[in-house]
């Protein structure tokens, strides 16, 4: 069975920081790209930043570069968002995803992606 879990989300006041990971069951990340993607309330969900199948490259949407650093780990099947200097803005629940190709896609759809985590839960609030 494929599943991609989501954990790290959490309550945190502004210059906080995170790591979000998620975990693949069912499928190795050694074949996948992994995207990450948040959702705020209200809004469309869109995607923060990628790391490709290989780990050669990585991407950032504007907003966070600088903040966010993407990684994965093979050896455990997990990937990883660290989030530093939060801000509200961040506020979203936020999601991991793969898609099989060796690429950063400049398509930023989600539909890009294959496999989808439930999500985990970040607010940002003193």
Same mark, same amino acid.
């Given at each position: 069975?494929?599943?991609?879990?989501?954990?790290? +989300?959490?309550?945190?006041?502004?210059? +906080?920081?995170?790591?979000?990971?998620?975990?693949?069951?069912?499928?190795?990340?050694?074949?996948?790209?992994?995207?990450?993607?948040?959702?705020?309330?209200?809004?469309?969900?869109?995607?923060?930043?990628?790391?490709?199948?290989?780990? +050669?490259?990585?991407?950032?949407?504007?907003?966070?570069?600088?903040?966010?650093?993407?990684?994965?780990?093979?050896?455990?099947?997990?990937?990883?968002?660290?989030?530093?200097?939060?801000?509200?803005?961040?506020?979203?629940?936020?999601?991991?995803?793969?898609?099989?190709?060796?690429?950063?896609?400049?398509?930023?759809?989600?539909?890009?992606?294959?496999?989808? +985590?439930?999500?985990?839960?970040?607010?940002?609030?003193?």
């Amino acid at each position: 069975q494929v599943r991609f879990v989501e954990s790290g +989300g959490d309550l945190v006041q502004p210059g +906080g920081s995170l790591r979000l990971s998620c975990v693949a069951s069912g499928f190795t990340l050694r074949r996948y790209s992994i995207g990450w993607f948040r959702q705020p309330p209200g809004k469309e969900r869109e995607r923060v930043s990628c790391i490709t199948r290989n780990g +050669g490259n990585t991407a950032y949407a504007d907003s966070v570069k600088g903040r966010f650093t993407i990684s994965k780990d093979i050896s455990k099947n997990m990937a990883y968002l660290q989030i530093d200097d939060l801000k509200p803005e961040d506020t979203a629940t936020y999601y991991c995803a793969a898609e099989p190709f060796n690429r950063c896609s400049s398509d930023l759809r989600a539909s890009v992606y294959q496999f989808w +985590g439930q999500g985990t839960q970040v607010t940002v609030s003193s």
